[in-house]
């Protein structure tokens, strides 16, 4: 009987549809084509937000991977933008950081022409990263389980068309057009499901590490000496949005290896002190006049003084908080951290505050909904 009323428990949380999680969702903060760096940087800081869909006019691009999302009249049909990709902070980031020709032996150059780099057209840099490769939408009828399959494999954020053309297709389209559209995010998935803890309480109640797959083990660290331009590159060259910080002290090693990325093994028998982390969302507290000095300082001092920013007032970035958890935490107490600071992975450190690995939203959507499905086989 008991397992009864779990089952039907779960089958109502499985049974909403992605249409259930945009009840207040706001308009879709976008730019044109024609915006500049400068431009783009300024609507990702004040709609806080580390991603923004890129508008021109249809009939002129190729959509990212192919896609052919419009946006149409809603009266007459007629079609008035192509959203053409995606710009992430972390693409702005990589820009202005540029390539290692652009720089003198010690990090410098010209010190980056700040100016000219952020004049660039945003269009300009679609497709530097992986994520601005794809640009997909959802539609409204998918099930919750299905949306979450889709952002446990990478995919961070989709567009959701308000009246769309396509009313019965559930899953991820490349073509699509509506009268407008509003983003769905890794995020907001699991404010949904950190609402839903009664009925799923079992698995919330379970620990880290007794979920198989939660923890990944090998995490890519820059060193509390690393330059913030150094990790920049290192991030854009193996896709990441953040990384932690670590003391060097049982590094050594010269000033080279802090301007590279290495792997902290959860298997290896001496961990890594987490000391901070370096975030591409944390720049968004940078006036474009102070960037330029910003960029020669080391990662750890920037995250010391970006926290001072109005625009963090009252986060875990102000107080710089090192948002962690333990191998024992229970999935509800990880989830909780991570919607409540807005951050977009945990660190997994031991009792000595060693760094053992990460649990991303990605494998917290996966592994959550491996379980809901082994709960409706039960």
């Known amino acids: 009987m008991q397992r009864t009323a779990k089952r039907t428990e779960t089958e109502a949380v499985v049974e909403k549809k992605v249409k259930d999680l945009m009840g207040e969702k706001r308009r879709l903060v976008e730019v044109p084509y024609t915006a500049s760096l400068a431009q783009t940087m300024n609507v990702l800081v004040a709609n806080r937000v580390v991603a923004v869909p890129v508008a021109a006019p249809p009939g002129h691009w190729i959509g990212a991977g192919g896609s052919m999302i419009m946006e149409s009249d809603k009266r007459t049909g007629v079609l008035r933008k192509h959203y053409i990709g995606m710009v992430t902070m972390l693409d702005i980031l990589a820009h202005i950081a540029g390539d290692d020709q652009d720089h003198d032996h010690d990090g410098g150059h010209d010190l980056l ?153 959860f298997t290896e028998t001496r961990g890594k002190k987490l000391v901070g982390t370096f975030s591409a969302t944390d720049l968004r507290g940078c006036q474009l006049a102070t960037l330029q000095s910003w960029l020669l300082e080391t990662a750890l001092d920037f995250t010391e003084t970006v926290r001072k920013s109005p625009l963090f007032e009252g986060t875990a970035v102000a107080v710089r908080e090192l948002v962690t958890c333990r191998p024992e935490s229970s999935l509800e107490e990880v989830m909780e951290k991570v ?31 491996l379980s809901l499905l082994s709960q409706l086989e039960s």
């Open 113 to 265: 022409d700040i100016d000219r780099k952020m004049a660039v057209p945003v269009s300009n840099i679609i497709g530097h990263n992986v994520e601005g490769l794809s640009l997909w939408t959802l539609n409204p009828n998918t099930s919750i389980l299905d949306c979450m399959e889709i952002f446990s494999k990478g995919i961070h954020r989709a567009l959701v068309p308000v009246d769309g053309q396509v009313e019965e297709a559930v899953g991820v389209e490349l073509v699509e057009s509506a009268s407008s559209y509003r983003m769905l995010t890794q995020m907001d998935v699991l404010r949904f499901l950190r609402e839903k803890v009664p009925e799923i309480e079992g698995i919330l109640r379970l620990s880290v590490k007794e979920m198989e797959g939660m923890i990944n083990e090998n995490v890519m660290a820059i060193t509390d000496k690393t330059k913030v331009i150094e990790a920049i590159k290192c991030m854009k060259s193996s896709f990441l949005n953040a990384v932690p910080i670590v003391g060097s002290t049982q590094l050594g090693g010269d000033q080279q290896s802090h301007a590279q990325l290495f792997t902290v093994n």
């Open 339 to 369: 919607v409540s600071n807005h951050v977009h992975r945990i660190w997994v450190t031991d009792e000595h505050g060693l760094l053992l690995g990460l649990v991303s939203l990605s494998d917290m959507i996966r592994v959550i909904r």
